[in-house]
């Protein structure tokens, strides 16, 4: 590999958000699929949270998150969601939080997206976002599983 290819990284900036909105596509199958009423209640062993709950998650570290990489400042305030407490309202999040990365994404320069969390030095932020939203997705497989629903294919982005 030369130095030039050393630098590059794996992904572009664009294969980077397409491969996170695949990423995001198949978590909203997730989400689509599961029992309404078991979206912000099941959970199999406390303290796991319900899948709604990790998701809310999910959602609330973007804004912050993108907008810490656009501009340095990392504000890790975390928009207020106790209004949503149901899928429909859920899955309006989630759409706003996609319309939210979309107008963004344009904004990041390649050196803010190679760039990390501060107060986690180890972590890129982008790569982090989508590892926790797969790890809580992963964990809403279960449940959806424990409940007797087959979870949407992984790999069908």
């Given at each position: 590999?030369?130095e030039?290819?050393?630098g590059?990284?794996?992904f572009?900036?664009?294969?980077t958000?397409?491969?996170?909105?695949?990423?995001r596509?198949?978590t909203?199958?997730?989400?689509?699929?599961?029992?309404?009423?078991?979206?912000f209640?099941?959970t199999p062993a406390?303290?796991?949270?319900p899948?709604?709950?990790m998701?809310l998650e999910?959602?609330r570290?973007?804004?912050?998150?993108?907008q810490?990489?656009?501009?340095?400042?990392?504000?890790?305030q975390l928009?207020?969601?106790s209004?949503?407490q149901?899928?429909?309202?859920?899955?309006?999040a989630?759409?706003e939080?996609?319309?939210?990365i979309?107008a963004?994404?344009?904004?990041?320069?390649?050196?803010?997206?190679?760039g990390?969390?501060?107060?986690?030095p180890?972590?890129?932020?982008?790569p982090?976002?989508?590892?926790n939203?797969?790890h809580?997705?992963a964990?809403?497989?279960?449940?959806?599983?424990?409940l007797?629903?087959?979870?949407p294919?992984?790999?069908?982005?």
């Amino acid at each position: 590999m030369t130095e030039a290819d050393a630098g590059a990284g794996i992904f572009t900036a664009q294969e980077t958000l397409d491969h996170w909105r695949g990423h995001r596509a198949v978590t909203r199958r997730t989400i689509e699929r599961f029992p309404d009423e078991h979206l912000f209640s099941f959970t199999p062993a406390p303290p796991l949270r319900p899948f709604g709950e990790m998701m809310l998650e999910v959602i609330r570290m973007i804004p912050p998150s993108l907008q810490g990489i656009e501009t340095g400042d990392w504000n890790f305030q975390l928009a207020d969601m106790s209004g949503v407490q149901d899928k429909a309202a859920l899955l309006r999040a989630w759409d706003e939080a996609d319309a939210f990365i979309e107008a963004r994404w344009a904004h990041l320069t390649r050196e803010a997206l190679r760039g990390v969390v501060p107060p986690l030095p180890h972590l890129r932020a982008v790569p982090y976002l989508v590892d926790n939203e797969i790890h809580h997705r992963a964990q809403g497989f279960i449940y959806l599983r424990l409940l007797g629903v087959e979870p949407p294919a992984f790999f069908e982005r």
